[in-house]
């Protein structure tokens, strides 16, 4: 079984800046691409960032520049370093990553459960 725990939520001032981590653990492989993913309150889950194995980001319009997505290989962590937090980037956000475990090894696409960021005006 393959788990996703995120941590670094809260609540932070407009301007301020929060750093969510996930950690990859259980029967893993490998891990392929990865990313955030946020939903606010009565919209659909957006992308948000993502990082290829090879260590390339992207990043949604709306963040880039203020936001940066990095990975630790060795620690199957991925972080999102988000800076400049606007209200508008108030939602729950999810990390996902393309993970081939060990006793299947094929690659399946996981979900953390998700941290609260609000961010005031």
């Known amino acids: 079984q393959v788990q996703l725990v995120e941590s670094g939520g809260g609540l932070v001032q407009a301007g301020g800046s929060l750093r969510l981590s996930c950690v990859v653990s259980?029967?893993?492989?490998?891990?392929?691409?990865m990313g955030w993913y946020r939903q606010a309150p009565g919209k659909e889950r957006e992308v948000v960032a993502g990082?290829?194995?090879?260590?390339?980001?992207t990043y949604t319009d709306s963040v880039e520049g203020r936001f940066t997505i990095s990975r630790d290989i060795d620690k199957n962590t991925v972080y999102l370093q988000m800076n400049s937090l606007k209200p508008e980037d108030t939602a729950v956000y999810y990390c996902?990553?393309?993970?081939?475990?060990?006793?299947?090894?094929?690659?399946?696409?996981?979900w953390g459960q998700g941290t609260q960021v609000i961010v005031s005006s």
């Open positions: 996902q990553a393309w993970v081939v475990d060990t006793s299947t090894l094929h690659e399946n696409d996981y």
């Open positions: 259980g029967s893993v492989f490998s891990i392929n691409g």
């Open positions: 990082i290829s194995s090879g260590g390339t980001p």
